[in-house]
């Protein structure tokens, strides 16, 4: 799988600058489009009642109060949102479909606008502030995708694994098999891996690039990850 440190680490970045921009933008399309949300909010007095009966003064002061309280619950919903995709991008990396690292980012942020227009739900406003809205956050999502998926590919490094018998002697991390692969993992981690033998003799390990290991005669080691390299078992 890939990796949750730096899905997180891309993620804090990609999310702020998501959930600020799009609440900036409701921010604009509200001031844009007052008098279209003031008449919204008299035809729905029930979103208006704690402010008394259903006067001039009381639909200004409901409206007022979006920017007061509904913006910020709007840009935690949307960070909260926003950050969890950024997790599942980190460790769902590798069997996310594209073939590329912002492919892949871009599905993930598709799929997270996707939740967002069902759960966050949209500031008060007719059909045509909201598919403004709808617009303007699809561009912002792919923004985040093209953020997070430049600091997940800053913050790891891909490593190769191979074998030279891999029908025979396998590399293992955990309980996966990782013979044959490319995986990505957080810069400056460290990885247990262990050959396992399946009639042909362990004899060591080969590495190359930025990718060591802490015994190379021993078939349960530790492998570091200081930059792109490969991992072979011989």
């Known amino acids: 799988m890939g990796s949750a440190s730096a899905g997180a ?117 007719d059909s045509q502030q909201e598919l403004l809205m709808i617009a303007l956050e699809t561009g912002l999502a792919v923004g985040y995708a093209a953020v997070a998926a430049r600091l997940y590919r800053r913050f790891t490094r891909e490593v190769e694994f191979q074998s030279s018998f891999p029908s025979k002697l396998k590399i293992m991390q955990g309980r996966r098999d990782q013979t044959g692969k490319r995986r990505t993992y957080a810069v400056n981690s460290t990885q247990r891996v262990e050959a396992e033998s399946e009639g042909r003799p362990f004899r060591a390990w080969v590495v190359s690039g930025g990718v060591s290991v802490e015994d190379s005669k021993n078939p349960n080691t530790a492998m570091k990850v200081l930059g792109d390299g490969l991992l072979k078992v011989t």
């Open 9 to 125: 680490k891309a993620g804090a970045v990609a999310s702020l600058y998501f959930s600020l921009a799009a609440a900036a933008l409701d921010a604009v399309v509200l001031l844009a489009f007052k008098s279209e949300v003031l008449v919204a909010l008299a035809a729905n007095p029930a979103a208006c009642s704690q402010y008394g009966a259903s006067s001039q003064a009381a639909i200004g002061s409901c409206y007022s109060s979006l920017f007061a309280s509904a913006l910020p619950v709007f840009f935690a919903g949307l960070f909260a949102v926003s950050f969890l995709a950024s997790m599942f991008f980190g460790v769902y990396f590798e069997i996310i479909p594209g073939k590329s690292y912002f492919r892949k980012a871009l599905l993930v942020a598709l799929l997270m606008l996707v939740v967002m227009l069902n759960f966050v739900l949209p500031i008060a406003g």
